[in-house]
């Protein structure tokens, strides 16, 4: 069985409100009695993808002297900067290609996306993320055997009814949707990007939303007002069972 904690879009940007909020979060999932496996963290980490932005987030998730008490997987969203996202936050060499990850956990693997686009609010995975994700899923030992495995990005490939998030989504599902038919091990997918939890399914395969650190969605029919900044920190634990059953709990951190 695979335990994940799942938080997105903190959108640290160098205000006390930022910081706060994304520290919240943070100590209360460091301080779990029973760590989890992994923690994802699905994107927009920074507001403006500046260096600064990620050496906060570096210091606050324990990237940058390995205090996390647990292993922390990230993946670029469309207010990341993949050059200063590959130095600052995780001590590589400037890049600007996409940023893709792939991590074999107990009873699981998780394959860490880039769905951004340069220059743009709608994501893509590109020709070379779609590659190395076909590779990545003949090179996990297994995987064709039974090893479920995640496929964790920043953008949903799904309407979620409201017009901000559907105006920025995943661009052409419908090739995503032929590599989920083509591969049975893929037992779900974990997004963030729309500032709401949210469940849905997507080529017949669960598709789950995370909650956003910063602000939450309001829905058309909660009101005018788009952003609630007044929400409470969202997070979300994922739970992949050993029948490949992906089952999600929801928590608010006040």
Known sequence: M??????????LDGTARATERARRVRDRLWELPRRPDA??????????GTEAEYEEAADLL???DGSAPFPVLTCPGNH???APYRTALLGRAAADGPVNSAHV????????CDSSVPGRDDGELDEETYAWIESA????????????VLLAFHHPP?????????SYPLRDPDRLAALLERRPAIAGLITGHAHTPAATTFAGRPLVVGPGVTWTLRLPWEGEQ???????????????????????????VT
Do not use: K, N
């Open 62 to 64: 324990g990237l940058r």
């Open 39 to 48: 923690l994802l963290v699905t994107g927009d980490i920074a507001d403006h």
């Open 137 to 148: 899923l003949d090179g996990l030992d297994g995987s064709e055997d039974g090893l479920p």
């Open 80 to 82: 990341d900067s993949r």
């Open 158 to 166: 799904v309407p979620l009814h409201h017009p901000l998030p559907d």
């Open 2 to 11: 695979l335990v994940l904690a799942h938080i997105s879009d903190l959108h």
């Open 105 to 112: 956990l107990p009873g699981g693997a998780v394959l860490m």
């Open 226 to 252: 788009i952003a609630d900044r007044d929400a409470p920190v969202g997070l979300a634990f994922h739970v992949l069972d050993d029948d490949g059953r992906l089952t999600s709990h929801f928590r608010a």
